[in-house]
């Protein structure tokens, strides 16, 4: 009986044993694949701001060659250290690449950064059509120091880059959830959209404006950005409604007309119902629907504007 014991509790110290070595194992390949996914990620996208023409015209080419470089050097110590060999050769790929996009053989230059034809000579500013009285009143309201990113305004100067410059400040800077009660609405050819709506802590003020939302590609009322965006509206104390369009954030889809950019009926359906909910809630008569979007938002917000014109369902 005793050796039976002895045995039982070294096959279980043996078992215990290998489930901790596994689990090691496992933990190690989880680290490794991290790892490797950012030695790669960090290639790549130094040689975007290398290669790509904007960023070497406005930056000039040796902002993108030292970060292509020392990311190149990091990653090759990195996987000679930690031996990854499949990572190893993907870094080499993206080498092969750089040399393949900077190499120009139509030029006596041998090494060419950027296309000087994508040359941008516009200069920096607000433009606008004097002429529309109602959009002149607004760029008189409108103070040039709170529509220009420089020095003097609160330039972050060690952000360089505009993609930096809207991505960062959402990594480093934690936002607070905001709870939605989200209203369905059925659209002219029969799909199903959202409106995601968020009321001031006091609840709706009818002689506030009323804020109507579209978010970028493939986002919707979860990204951070939206979010900051209503924070920032329902401490003024207006409404912030975020217009989420067709299939995504995992709306259902009644048929095969997914989410299309040039689709602008959606907007001008949701812009309507907005209006009647605002005349529910006892809005006042001089109350504005305002419309805001963010990248492929503003796209079809500008095109909504322009194909509708004066049928717009909104008032800015």
Same mark, same amino acid.
Not at 82 to 86: Q, T
Not at 213 to 227: A, C, N, P, T, V
């Given at each position: 009986s005793t050796d039976s014991d002895g045995k039982t509790n070294a096959s279980s110290k043996k078992q215990q044993q290998q489930r901790q070595q596994n689990g090691a194992k496992e933990s190690s390949s989880d680290a490794g694949l991290l790892l490797s996914f950012a030695c790669i990620i960090g290639v790549a996208s130094s040689l975007v701001?290398?290669?790509?023409?904007?960023?070497? %015209?406005?930056?000039?080419?040796?902002y993108g060659c030292c970060l292509f470089l020392s990311a190149v050097c990091i990653s090759t110590y990195t996987c000679m250290r930690?031996?990854?060999?499949?990572t190893s050769t993907c870094i080499t790929a993206l080498v092969l690449l750089a040399a393949h996009l900077i190499w120009d053989r139509t030029s006596s230059s041998t090494v060419t950064f950027g296309d000087a034809n994508d040359r941008i000579d516009i200069e920096e500013g607000l433009y606008h059509d004097p002429?529309?009285?109602?959009?002149?009143?607004?760029?008189?309201?409108?103070?040039?120091?709170?529509?220009?990113?420089?020095?003097?305004?609160?330039?972050?100067?060690?952000?360089?880059t505009g993609d930096s410059r809207t991505g %960062?400040?959402?990594? %480093?800077n934690k936002v607070e959830p905001v709870n939605f009660t989200r209203t369905f609405f059925e659209t002219d050819d029969g799909e199903v959209t959202a409106l995601d709506a968020a009321v001031p802590p006091g609840g709706h003020d009818p002689a506030k404006p009323?804020?109507?939302?579209?978010?970028? %590609?493939?986002?919707?009322?979860?990204?951070?950005?939206?979010?900051?965006?209503?924070?920032?509206?329902?401490?003024?104390g207006s409404t912030a409604i975020i217009f989420v369009a067709r299939g995504l954030m995992d709306l259902p889809l009644r048929g095969w007309d997914n989410f299309h950019g040039a689709r602008i009926s959606d907007v001008h359906g949701a812009a309507k119902l907005v209006r009647r909910m605002m005349a529910k809630y006892g809005s006042d008569e001089d109350q504005l629907l305002v419309a805001v979007g963010y990248s492929m938002g503003a796209i079809i917000l500008s095109n909504y504007v322009a194909k509708y014109g004066a049928d717009v369902a909104v008032d800015a």
């Open positions: 701001v290398m290669t790509d023409t904007l960023y070497v %015209l406005e930056f000039g080419p040796e930690r031996g990854m060999p499949r002429s529309n009285a109602f959009v002149h009143s607004i760029v008189e309201e409108w103070p040039e120091r709170h529509r220009t990113y420089s020095a003097e305004t609160g330039k972050t100067q060690w952000i360089p %960062l400040p959402f990594l %480093l009323v804020f109507l939302i579209l978010h970028g %590609l493939s986002g919707g009322s979860k990204e951070e950005y939206i979010q900051d965006f209503v924070h920032h509206a329902n401490e003024n």
